[in-house]
Structure formats: structure tokens, C-alpha cells
């Protein structure tokens, strides 16, 4: 039988916006339910709030008698791998074909066999019409394609609690009453959990065994099919009859100010909570009859059905109906002022900082990842980065050969300009160069996931995003910042060599030996070790930035924007630090 969900007093804003509250509801184990509401009523919302992607501000909602709003992040993930969740875009992973994206949660957390895993990814496929298209990538195949294979990855492990959001959307009418078919075989074998959610009237009415409304940031029904769908209460028989007049107007906001034609204020539930004592009717065209419910085509049982129905005529379940919108009204959350949430994001990009260097060394360690990433930012930061060394190095040179010609110590040019540009201008150089480059593209492409749902996904299948994204990439940040500062320093010093030599008529040996004379080891390391650190900044901010961007184009470019000035502001900062402990802790030669 499938997990239990029961979620008790939730209540979720943002910011001042609240989306619902003190919703309480069981999903009974092994049943379908659905979840219904007008547009932005919040019910995706709802079903992130369930797999603990988002955080209520009050309530409980407990998995199989754990409470997912209080767990540990690490409880969180194992808790989520009893769900096979279905995001409103299918959530598939971009750089993988779509067979990858189905296989990928077995490969994950089975021991299977990859032709064991292949015969299962194949029989999932076929189950939702997509055999031949397995090679694919997500970008290759249409909306409701993704939407199928999203599923076939929803299903791949047979979870035992499944939610769905909008499985209708992005399909035509045959295809939508193929896949509401499919959801009750997939119900018959496996006995899950199911949560739909879903505008569609159609499959409100024949799909789920029980179902819930919200509106007006509550949840307005709940209970039974056979007594949900028979209500004549104003919003629910105005939304499954698709009537335009009702409560239910063009947007939350004017439901609000709606002159209520329909009387949704004087419709109070008898004591019972039942319908039989309402009374008054909403004008919209209730429903009379009930109407059938979809039964599997293999002839099976459906014991989730089967307990459904016994449940009801035992009397064991009624019908909720809310008796009074306003009795909770909470008050809107302030918003933080500036400080305070500055505050705040410096904590968590500390914390971030901090998940990353301890998940560095927990197992698996995501290797070729790693790789990828370190050659991604090598290829697109090795040219700028030379680039910008070869008339830093010249500068350098040219500012203190002048200087010390004026000083009457020429023969000092090469150890300043040495040490100039191997101790502060090629790391810097360096990160600033990976941070506009490689940690922009970062930045990016994990914000573009997070706004495809794919983060989200990565954490329904129980996979830390700081373990298998962040970690690479912060990796690849420092491994690429300590290559290219090298690259970088023997550029700029060949450069200062050049125009002190060449230009400013100095002599090699001189140049060479007052480096030797006043350099010492450590200060080769300095600028290694510094270039190290700068690469982690920039790939914590980076990442950091991604997996924080609000939603939407714009969100990814504002988090782009931002991960790169605020890695320029803080190296500047860390580096004044770090140079100033260096010089405290290893004095110049003869200092
Ligand atoms: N991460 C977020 N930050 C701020 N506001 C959000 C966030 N996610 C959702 N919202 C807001 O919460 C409200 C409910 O959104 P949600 O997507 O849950 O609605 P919905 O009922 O699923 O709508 P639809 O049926 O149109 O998909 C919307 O006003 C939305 O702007």
C-alpha cells in the first residue's frame, strides 16, 4: 500500500503575499486524489511544500509519520525517494537524451544491471508512448513529450507516494484521457499515493477517488468524490462546471473585490460538515449525477479503489467545507528590511561555502563532472586570461621601471615586477577572469535549471544539488584559478621581462638576479595559494547566485549580474586580507 501524507495547519507566504493557510488534509494511502483551484491559487506551491522544497511557516506534513517541514535537509532527501514526482514542464535534465533522464534514478540509488535497468526504462517508455525517441534530448521533443517522459521518470522506481502537477498540460484531449487512464493502471499495480493536480474538468471528474479545492488562499473542500463532485457549493460547482459566472473571477485579486453574485459568503456547511443543510445554491449548473470513474483496462481490482469505497459506505470519511474564510486570516509577513536580508545571504552563501567544503570529501564524488567543468572554464577563460596578462605584465614593468630609474634603483625592476605580478596581478587577473567567464556561465546555466524545475527534480530524487553540482564546480573554479595563475604569472613576468629589457634598455642579469636577491619561496606560494581561494569564491558565489535566481529570464540575468560584482567586490577585500596576514606572517628579505 502506498505512503501516507497528512499534511495539518500549513500556512505558506511570500513575503507579504500570503498563498494559503492552515490547510489540513490526509490523502488516504493507495487512493488517487486530486487537487483543484483557479490559477495561482497556489497549488504547486502545495505539492513543492509536500516533497519539503519549500518552506511553510507553520503546519506539519507528515510522510509516513515523519515530519518533512522540521526534518533535516539529509532526512529530507531519503524521505523523498518514496516520491515520484511529475513538475509542470517534466523537469527532464537538458544534457541528457531521454532515456538518461529515465534511467537516471535507478542508476542512482538500485544496484541494477544496466540491461536490467534497460528493460525497465524501456517498458516505462512504451507504457507512455515514447518508444523511438529514447535518444532525444528534452530540447528535441515537444511539451507534452516531456511531459510523458517526465512521468516514465516519475514511475521509473515504483515510489510509493506520486505527484503530479497538471499532467494535462501541453496535451490534446485524446492523449490527456490516454495518460488519465494510465495514471489508474499505474495506480492498480503499483497501489501509490497519487496527488494531481489539475485544471482539467474532465479528469477532476473521473480520475481521483477524493478531492480538494483551493481558493481564495484556503482549502475550501475536501473529502470524497461522491461528495465533492454532488456539491452545489458556489465555488466548487462554478469550477467543475466551467461557468463564468460565480465567485471565481478573472484573477485572486478581483475574486476578491467581486460583488460575490453567487452568495459564496452566506454558504455555511451544516454542523456535520456535510451537504446535505446548505444552503443556498450558487447559480452556477451543479452536477446531478455522479459521474463514472475511470476503472482499469486489465480488468484488475484497484485496492485503493476498493478501500475508497469501503471507507465511504462505512461512513469512515466526510466531507470538509470551510465555514468561514476570514476566521484565520493571518497577518501579512513583513518583509525584511535591506540589512536583515543582506544579513541573511551572507549567512547562507557562509553556509553554502561551508556544505561545499565538508560534501567535498563525502562519496560519490561526481569526478567527471568535476572534469567537465574544470575543462569548460580552462577553454573559456585560458585566452582572456593570457590576454589581459601579456599588457598587465607590460604595465607593471613599465610603471616600476620608471619609478626606480627616479629611485636610482633600476637594478631592482625585476624583483618588484616579479613579485608584482606573481603576487597580486595574476591571481587576481586570473579569477576575475574566471568569475566574468566560467562563473557567469555557471551562474547561468544552474539558474536556468533551477527556473526548469531541474534542481528541484535533482532533490526529488534524493541527490544533493550542493553534492552534485556545486561541489564540481567550485573544484573545477579552484583547479582552473591555479593553472591559469601560473599561466598567467609566467606571462606577466615575460612580459615585464620584455619591456624592461628591450624598451627600457635594463639587462637581463640584473633583472633576474634582484629577484633571487629579494624574493623568497614563499612568495611564489602566495600567489598560488591566493588564486586558490579566489577560485572557490567565485564558484560559490556563482553557484550560489544560480540556485538562489528568482524566477524567470530575468531572474537568471539579475543572478548573473550579481554573482559577478559581487565576486569582484569581495576578492578585492579578501585579497587586501591576505596580503596584509602574508606580510605580517613572512616579512620581505632584509625586512
Ligand atoms: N518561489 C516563489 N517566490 C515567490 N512567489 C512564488 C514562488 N512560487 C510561486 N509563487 C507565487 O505563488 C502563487 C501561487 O503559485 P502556484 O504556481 O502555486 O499557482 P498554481 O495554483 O499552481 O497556478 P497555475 O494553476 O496557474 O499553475 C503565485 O502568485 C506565484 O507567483
Not at 502545495?46 to 511553510?56: C, E, T, W
Not at 535534465?93 to 540509488?109: I, K, Q, T
Not at 631592482?412 to 556561465?441: D, E, H, R, W, Y
Request: aromatic share 6%; net charge negative.
Amino acid at each position: 500500500m502506498g505512503g501516507t501524507v497528512e499534511v495539518t495547519g500549513l500556512t505558506k507566504s511570500f513575503g507579504r503575499q500570503n498563498i494559503w493557510q492552515d490547510v489540513t488534509m490526509t490523502l488516504p494511502p493507495g487512493e488517487i486524489t486530486a487537487l483543484l483551484g483557479p490559477s495561482g491559487t497556489g497549488k504547486s506551491v502545495f505539492l513543492k511544500s509536500v516533497m519539503g522544497l519549500i518552506d511553510p511557516e507553520a503546519g506539519s506534513i507528515l510522510i509516513d509519520g515523519v515530519d518533512m517541514v522540521t526534518a533535516k535537509e539529509s532526512r529530507r532527501l531519503a524521505l523523498r525517494k518514496k516520491f515520484g514526482v511529475l513538475f509542470q514542464d517534466g523537469a527532464l535534465f537538458g544534457s541528457m537524451n531521454v532515456y538518461d533522464n529515465v534511467a537516471f534514478p535507478l542508476r542512482e540509488h538500485t544496484r541494477l544491471s544496466e540491461a536490467q535497468i534497460r528493460d525497465i526504462v524501456f517498458e516505462k517508455l512504451d507504457l507512455v508512448g515514447l518508444l523511438g525517441t529514447e535518444h532525444k534530448l528534452p530540447g528535441e521533443i515537444s511539451g507534452g513529450m516531456k511531459k510523458r517522459a517526465g512521468l516514465a521518470r516519475a514511475m521509473v522506481t515504483n515510489p510509493e507516494i506520486i505527484l503530479i502537477d497538471e499532467p494535462d498540460s501541453g496535451l490534446d484531449p485524446v492523449r490527456t484521457s490516454n495518460l488519465a487512464q494510465l495514471l489508474v493502471e499505474v495506480n492498480t499495480a503499483t497501489d501509490a499515493t497519487m496527488l494531481v493536480v489539475t485544471h482539467n474538468i474532465e479528469l477532476a471528474r473521473t480520475l481521483p477517488d477524493n478531492l480538494g479545492m483551493l481558493y481564495r488562499r484556503e482549502l475550501v473542500m475536501f473529502g470524497p468524490r461522491e461528495e465533492f463532485l454532488l456539491t452545489d457549493h458556489p465555488v466548487v460547482s462554478q469550477f467543475m462546471s466551467g461557468d463564468p459566472m460565480g465567485p471565481i473571477g478573472m484573477s485572486e485579486e478581483t475574486d476578491h473585490g467581486r460583488n460575490d453574485p453567487a452568495g459564496y459568503d452566506d454558504y455555511v456547511a451544516g454542523p456535520d460538515g456535510g451537504t446535505s443543510v446548505m444552503t443556498r445554491h450558487s447559480g452556477a449548473r451543479a452536477i446531478e449525477v455522479l459521474p463514472r470513474q475511470l476503472v482499469p483496462h486489465s480488468g484488475a481490482v484497484r485496492a485503493g479503489g476498493m478501500r475508497h469505497r469501503e471507507r465511504v459506505t462505512q461512513g469512515g470519511s466526510h466531507l470538509y467545507v470551510a465555514d468561514d474564510e476570514d476566521r484565520h486570516r493571518v497577518p501579512p509577513v513583513p518583509r525584511p528590511n535591506p540589512l536583515t536580508r543582506a544579513l541573511r545571504a551572507t549567512g547562507d552563501l557562509f553556509a553554502l561555502g561551508m556544505d561545499t567544503v565538508s560534501l567535498s570529501f563525502k562519496r560519490p564524488f561526481a569526478l567527471k563532472e568535476a572534469i567537465e567543468q574544470f575543462w569548460f572554464v580552462v577553454s573559456i577563460s585560458w585566452l582572456p586570461a593570457l590576454l589581459v596578462a601579456i599588457p598587465f605584465g607590460a604595465v607593471i614593468a613599465l610603471q616600476l621601471g620608471t619609478l626606480t630609474v627616479q629611485i636610482g634603483a633600476q637594478s631592482f625592476t625585476g624583483a618588484a615586477s616579479v613579485l608584482a605580478v606573481v603576487q597580486q596581478a595574476a591571481p587576481i587577473v586570473t579569477t576575475l577572469v574566471i568569475a566574468g567567464a566560467g562563473g557567469a556561465a555557471i551562474c547561468a546555466e544552474i539558474g536556468s535549471r533551477r527556473i526548469r524545475d531541474e534542481i528541484d527534480a535533482l532533490r526529488v530524487i534524493g541527490i544533493s544539488p550542493v553534492q552534485r553540482l556545486v561541489v564540481p564546480r567550485v573544484l573545477a573554479c579552484m583547479a582552473a584559478a591555479a593553472l591559469l595563475n601560473g599561466l598567467v604569472s609566467v606571462v606577466g613576468v615575460l612580459g615585464g621581462y620584455f619591456f624592461n629589457v628591450v624598451v627600457q634598455g635594463g639587462t637581463p642579469g640584473a633583472y633576474l638576479a634582484s629577484f633571487t636577491a629579494l624574493a623568497q619561496i614563499e612568495d611564489l606560494w602566495v600567489g598560488e595559494i591566493k588564486a586558490v581561494i579566489f577560485g572557490f569564491l567565485a564558484g560559490v558565489i556563482a553557484c550560489y547566485r544560480g540556485l538562489n535566481t528568482a524566477p524567470g529570464p530575468k531572474g537568471v540575468g539579475d543572478a548573473v549580474n550579481q554573482s559577478v560584482v559581487i565576486t569582484f567586490l569581495l576578492l578585492f577585500f579578501v585579497n587586501f586580507v591576505i596580503t596584509t596576514l602574508y606580510l605580517q606572517l613572512f616579512p620581505g628579505k632584509g625586512a
